[in-house]
C-alpha cells in the first residue's frame, strides 16, 4: 500500500520561509515523478513544482525563483522549500507520485498560511 504523509506546513508572515517534506512508503522511490500540488479555497489544484530527479526540475511560473523542489531517494522524501512567500501561496499543499504505470497517489496536505 502506497503512503504519501507531508509535514512542515504552518502560519508565516509574508516575506518568511517554510520547507515542507513528503515521505513515501509502499513503492519504489527513485524514478518516479514527484510533484507538489496546491489549491487555495474555491480554486482548482494546481501544480507547484516536480521532479524526476534533482537535475530535471519543472516550476510554476509563479514560484520560480522562489521555490526549490529536492528529492532524497535514500530516504524516500521530497522536499519544498519556499522562500519569501506571499500571502497568495495560502494553500493546502499537497505532494503527488507518478509510478511508471501512470498511476497517481496523493498525500493528505499540509496547510500553508502566508499572512500579510
Known amino acids: 500500500q502506497v503512503q504519501l504523509v507531508e509535514s512542515g506546513g504552518g502560519l508565516v508572515q509574508a516575506g518568511g520561509s517554510l520547507r515542507l517534506s513528503c515521505t513515501a512508503s509502499g513503492i519504489i522511490f527513485s524514478g518516479n515523478v514527484m510533484g507538489w500540488y496546491r489549491q487555495a479555497p474555491g480554486k482548482q489544484r494546481e501544480l507547484v513544482a516536480d521532479?524526476?530527479?534533482?537535475?530535471?526540475?519543472n516550476y510554476a511560473d509563479s514560484v520560480k525563483g522562489r521555490f526549490t523542489i529536492s528529492r532524497d531517494n535514500a530516504k524516500n522524501t521530497v522536499y519544498l522549500q519556499m522562500n519569501r512567500l506571499k500571502p497568495e501561496d495560502t494553500a493546502v499543499y499537497y505532494c503527488?507520485?507518478?509510478?511508471?504505470?501512470?498511476?497517481?497517489?496523493w498525500g493528505q496536505g499540509t496547510q500553508v498560511t502566508v499572512s500579510s
Open positions: 503527488k507520485l507518478r509510478d511508471g504505470g501512470g498511476n497517481d497517489y
Open positions: 521532479t524526476i530527479t534533482n537535475l530535471r526540475t
